[in-house]
């Protein structure tokens, strides 16, 4: 069980309104309370902050805002000794336009070696005016920059995320060498950025067809020329040996966006990485048929290579599934939800999540919890428009409304200056007045609430053995899911009537039964049978 911080966002210690290192470790205790096993932490890099630190200008020490080298070494021993282990953000896509080698690119000029390390082309058309290539950034717009000089540079994402070049040497040593410091440091591993976009199609060729970054979802088509090559893979193996190289049990996660299931399992062959996000099961739709396809679909790939399923709802890069689940079923994933969007209904949105999470749990692999989630904190769905800082936001023409809404500081206190967050009001994005009836001081101890749901949840997958466990259908039709899971019964109810509870003792529900011990809409218990 792995749970996700975003630095920024988990807890202030100095009162400047951005989170930082101390105030994670401060917190550490909370986290072990609630029965995590790790932690992983989003970027912690200096960095300009062109996109919350996923543009980083030095991957061997600490952005000032967050704190210091020290401040470092000090949660990680402060995890361990809490039992938790530590899993860093690697960003090897690109660098920040910052970074030291991006800086002495732009010096050295065309067809030097500082350049090589990036990927620059000369234009097409009349005097190079045109871009390499019809490539698009993720964030809007073109994917190509020119310089002065007359060359472009490619950023997938940010014009201040040069793309770094996988097919120079150099840049593989180099992050070779910066796995070794932070192994060295104790951490336990890495989850790795956009791990399916490091090698590009060797001519860099147009691509006519849609170029988001969840890409090839239909094997007759061909693979998009800059996601999910085949010789990312190499680099994997090789990373792989390193870590294996370390005592203790090291770890590996690939971001990778890839469709189907049997694409995306390449990448955790038993060479390779060790686990990679499931987002095609973030994505599907809450229906019985959609939930049993994608589950079945994932653990048949992973199977195959045998290694573990991953089972994720949200993270920092996607709308928070409280909300998510509160629109109107099969919506399409939306890009961030504002003032004008269509509003999730909150009710039914933490009444879905929580049957939702309880359903995740239950299923043998590893599972990943996003800060806040174990609170149901929604999407800040009102957040004001000028105080947006995600990029896609200025860079789609201000069309997606981007990523802030689900980044928003987590509430710990609901009668303190900003929640909680920190010792004062102050709060990098702003945080919205419901946050206090989320407040943690509120939900502990209190029957029934969801910070007490997910922590007697994580405390029976343990207890069962579920993570470990293997799954067996019992029911699969259109609006119910019935599974074993070692003596454990799980029924999610998506329809509108209520259903019988499997026969045995009950020993967790997302919501109350119905009086006569049935199970109503949008609920998921476990029942023990054996």
């Given amino acids: 069980m792995i749970y996700q911080i975003y630095p920024r966002s988990f807890a202030d210690s100095g009162g400047d309104g951005i989170g930082d290192l101390p105030g ?24 300009p902050q062109a996109d919350a630190g996923y543009d980083v200008a030095d991957y ?76 698009q950034s993720v964030f809007g717009g073109p994917a190509w920059t020119r310089l002065p000089d007359g060359e472009w540079y490619l950023h997938l994402f940010d014009t201040a995320q040069p793309d770094l070049n996988w097919d120079n040497p ?78 203790g049990e090291r770890i590996l996660v690939a971001e990778a966006w890839v469709e189907p299931a049997e694409r995306l399992a390449r990448y955790v062959r038993p060479d390779e990485m060790h686990q990679a996000f499931n987002f095609e099961y973030l994505l599907a739709s ?25 089972w994720v709802l949200s993270n920092h890069d996607v709308v928070r599934h409280a909300s998510r689940l509160g629109l109107p079923v099969g919506t399409p994933r939306p890009n961030g939800i504002g003032v004008g969007d269509e509003q999730p209904d909150a009710a039914i949105g933490l009444r879905r999540a929580r049957a939702a999470t309880l359903l995740m749990l239950a299923l043998p692999g590893s599972a990943y919890l996003y800060q806040g989630e174990e609170l149901g904190l ?22 997606q409304r981007g990523r802030d809404g689900c980044r928003v500081p987590i509430p710990w206190e609901a009668d303190a200056p900003s929640y909680g967050f920190g010792p004062t009001d102050a709060s990098w994005l702003p945080q919205p007045p419901i946050w206090a009836e989320y407040a943690l001081d509120r939900q502990r101890g209190v029957p029934g609430s969801t910070y007490e749901l997910y922590r007697e949840a994580l405390r029976l997958r343990r207890a069962y053995g579920l993570g470990p466990g293997t799954l067996e259908w ?41 009086e006569d011990g049935s199970v109503p809409t949008d609920v998921t218990v476990w029942v023990r049978t054996a």
Wanted: charged content about 25%.
């Fill in 286 to 310: 809450w229906t019985a048929p959609a939930q049993y396809a994608v589950i079945t679909r994932s653990l048949e790939a992973t199977d195959a290579v045998g290694a573990p399923t991953t």
């Fill in 474 to 514: 019992l029911s699969s039709g259109d609006e119910v899911l019935t599974f074993r899971n070692g003596d454990l019964v799980v029924l999610t109810n998506f329809g509108a009537d209520a259903v019988p509870a499997p026969a045995g003792e009950l020993v967790h529900s997302s919501a109350p039964l119905d």
């Fill in 24 to 47: 994670i470790t401060a917190r550490l205790d909370h986290l072990a309370e609630l029965g995590v096993d790790a932690v992983w932490l989003s970027p912690f890099y200096p960095s």
């Fill in 170 to 247: 150099e840049v593989r040593a180099e992050f070779l060498d910066v796995l070794r410091f932070w192994l060295d440091r104790g951490v336990d591993g890495f989850r790795v950025d956009v791990a399916h976009g490091l090698i590009k199609q060797a001519d860099l060729a147009d691509w006519q067809e849609p170029q988001e970054i969840l890409s090839g979802q239909e094997a007759d088509k061909p693979r998009p020329p800059m996601w999910d090559q085949d010789g990312v893979h190499e680099v994997y193996r090789e990373w792989r040996r390193l870590l294996d190289g370390y005592p």
């Fill in 378 to 399: 929604p999407e800040h769905t009102t957040l004001p428009d000028e105080a947006r800082q995600d990029p896609t936001w200025e860079r789609s023409g201000r069309t």
């Fill in 60 to 135: 061997r020490d600490v952005e000032p805002l967050f704190g210091t080298l020290a401040d470092a070494d000090d949660l990680i021993a402060k995890a361990h000794a809490n039992g938790l282990r530590v899993i860093v953000d690697l960003v090897p896509n690109h660098t920040s336009s910052a970074h030291a080698w991006f800086q002495a690119a732009l010096a050295a000029g065309p067809g030097s070696a500082e350049r090589g390390r990036y990927i620059f082309r000369a234009g097409r058309g009349p005097g190079g005016a045109e871009p390499p290539n019809d490539w």
